[in-house]
Every structure is written in C-alpha cells, then in structure tokens.
C-alpha cells in the first residue's frame, strides 16, 4: 500500500505526513470528502441524521398527542381540579384514599376502605409492562414482600383497568410467573382487578405503574410513579 | 468502487498502531459493560445492576453491537483529531440516543407526561398513552437496527473523510 496523494500524486513515508499534506494542500478541492455532497446544500451530514433520529421518534409522539387532543379532547368528560374524569375524587397525599371495589384473584369481592387497621402497599400495574414484571420478580425473590409483611401491612396488587387495553397475562399468571410462586395463599398478599373509576382515581396519567403507601387510618402518605422497587427502601420504612 | 474501500483502508491505518488497538479494545469494553447494565434498566427508569438479570438476548447483542461501534467511532475521532481531520459527530449521538432512549420510552412515566404536559385529559391519556408505550415496548428491536444503521452511516462518512487521500 502507497501513501500516495490521490491529487498530486507526492509520495509520503506516513500516514500522517499524508494527511497534514492533504489538510494544507486539498482540503477544500472537490470530491475528497463525501459529506461535502450534502454540507453544499447548507445542511451537514451530523444535522441531517440528528433530524432523522427526532423525526423518528419525536415526530409521532407529539402528532399523536396533537391529534388526540385535537380530536377527542374536546369530546372527553370535563376535568375539574382536584377530581379526575367523571367527577371521582383524585387520589392525594394527606388524604383518605378513594375507596374503591377490588374482585380478588379468587373471586371475592372487597373494598379497599375495609383493609384500614393495617398499613396497605397498593400498586396498580399493567401486567405486560416489563417494568412492572421485574417488579413483582425482585419483590418475591429478594425479600422484599416478607419485609412488607415484618410490617404488618398489607401488599395489594391492582390491575389497571382492562390493562390499559393492552393484552397482556392475567393477573393470577403475572404473579404465579414472575412472582415465581411466592406470591399463592399469603392472606396479606392480595391481586385483584378494579373499575375504570378506579384507575381514573388513583392513576390519571395513564402510568403504567403506581404505588400508593396508605397508613392503618386509610391516609396516603407517599405516592410514586417511577417503579415501586425504585422506592421500596422508603416505601419499607414508610410502613 | 469495491465494498467498503473506505472503511477497509481506514480500518489498516487506525489499527496499524498498537496504541489505537487497546484503545478500540478498552473503549468497546467499558461501553458494550455500559449499554448490559443500561438497556435492561431503562424501562425501570433508574440505572442499576440489579435489572441485569432481566436482560433479553436482543438486548445482550445490541449492547455488543452498540459497545463496539463507539468503541470505533471513538478511536477513528480520535485519529481524525490528531490528523486535524473533521469528521460526523452527529451521526453516532442520534445512535446512542435512538438506542438507549428508546427502552425508556416504554415504561417510564416520559410518555403520560408528555401527553399530560400538552393538556391531555385523562380519558385521552387513557385511550393513547399505553398504545404508544406499547409500541415501543413491542418495537423496541426496530429501534435498535435503526440505531446500528445510523451507527454504520457515521462509520462510513468518517473512514470516507479518513481515507480522502489514501490509496490502496
């Protein structure tokens, strides 16, 4: 292989020798870089691909959230402050929690007022998350339920109403598989699904995970959306 | 023109030096060990090595694939500086960001407040928002092939400016 200028045909002993000849004799003669083709236009090459990874992904994200805005924002129910769709009290720290019904895995029905004496760990999920699936593994499998339990509370798993119209397993699979078996027949340890009202109440941006940690009174005190094993150590001490 | 002249004759030169070896050796370990830990935690929104477990095989390959490309980008910077050479940055920022944000994007709360921040309601935010988080989470290896081609076109302008005066 020769070190050979390609414009004057000089012959150089290194690579180097080549290119600083090259950057002092013929960097602006045509055809030596193939990104001149599109920086010709005003536009360089860096700009076109930073514009094509926003449009990829950028684009359709606001375009959807426009267009469902546009279209059927005017159409939803009214949203007053402090209340979420339809007029049912949002959940907020410092305050009761909303009660809501829960149909438990086994088919009995419950309501979430009639668990107060007991600290509650109430965690809505979609069940085809990954997040939320991990979750549930590092909760049984690291100890962080039997922690919960030293407690005294109880751990309430909610699915977010028709799974946010996603298909994903059902709740009793979504613990059976990712709680690895830990999770069946722990009187303290309930799945269950609720209404629409409820996830309207507890999760009315549509997460697709969110805790609550309710004291014995039925007061929330702390809430988080950014993954309940993120948390758990000030969930734990939180109870 | 055969194959890939430019990034072949660029690849000679670069690894010509021992120095640049290590360099692209080191540099493809610490990032590939980087992207392990970080594609399997963003959908957790945290980066920790507790998510690793739950690394899918996809994800074990990108992180190879990506690790080594800018590993390579990097090295072939570098040798471009010193030969005051200008070359593509933009090109493997868009790659890097496509790739790792796109896990992010699944199940992190950036997507329902987003919508939220534009003023959706919540039936809006209902009807939308988990459709779209679905996607991503579905789609997420399309995102990752995106990323490596864009990796690939940074590669091919930057041994295409490398190689401007080189004959083979």
């Known amino acids: ?239 | 023109m055969s194959l890939l002249k430019y990034e072949r004759i660029v690849m000679r030169m670069v690894l010509k030096d021992r120095r640049h070896v290590l360099l692209l050796v080191l540099l493809s370990a610490i990032f590939t060990a980087i992207y392990l830990v970080l594609l399997p935690s963003l959908p957790n929104g945290t980066i920790n090595p507790m998510f690793i477990e739950f690394i899918t095989p996809m994800q074990i390959i990108f992180s190879f694939i990506f690790g080594i490309m800018i590993g390579l980008m990097i090295t072939l910077n570098i040798y471009a500086a010193k030969l005051k050479i200008r070359t593509s940055k933009g090109g493997p920022v868009a790659g890097v960001l496509i790739g790792t944000l796109v896990n992010a994007l699944c199940c992190t709360p950036i997507i329902p407040s987003i919508l939220a921040f534009l003023g959706a309601s919540t039936p809006v935010l209902f009807a939308y928002s988990p459709h779209i988080q679905a996607f991503f989470e579905q789609n997420y290896p399309y995102f990752y092939i995106l990323s490596f081609l864009i990796f690939l076109a940074a590669f091919h302008y930057t041994a295409k400016n490398i190689s401007c005066c080189k004959r083979g």
């Open chain 1, 1 to 239: 292989m020769s070190n050979k200028c390609r414009f004057c045909n000089k012959e150089f002993d290194s690579d180097s020798g080549l290119m600083m000849h090259f950057n002092d004799k013929h960097k602006s003669e045509k055809g030596n870089l193939g990104i001149n083709k599109i920086k010709k236009s005003g536009i360089s090459a860096s700009t076109v691909l930073i514009v094509a990874a926003i449009a990829c992904c950028g684009i359709p994200i606001v375009l959807v959230g426009l267009g469902g805005i546009g279209i059927f924002g005017f159409l939803a129910p009214h949203q007053a402050s402090g209340q979420s769709a339809y007029g049912i009290a949002n959940a907020t720290i410092g305050e009761v929690a909303p009660n809501i019904p829960i149909t438990l895995a086994n088919g009995t029905n419950i309501t979430l007022s009639s668990l107060r004496g007991h600290p509650v760990v109430l965690w809505f999920v979609t069940t085809w998350c990954p997040s939320c699936q991990e979750s549930e593994s590092i909760l049984a499998n690291n100890g962080y339920y039997k922690e919960i339990h030293a407690k005294g509370a109880l751990f309430v798993t909610v699915e977010l109403y028709n799974d946010l119209n996603e298909p994903g397993p059902s709740l009793s699979d979504f613990s059976s598989q990712y709680g690895a078996g830990y999770t069946q027949n722990k009187s303290w340890l309930l799945f269950g699904t609720s209404n629409l009202n409820a996830t309207y109440s507890y999760d009315p941006k549509e997460y697709l995970e969110i805790y609550y940690v309710i004291n014995s009174s039925g007061v929330i005190i702390n809430t988080s959306s950014t993954g309940l094993v993120n948390n758990i150590g000030s969930v734990i001490q939180e109870i």
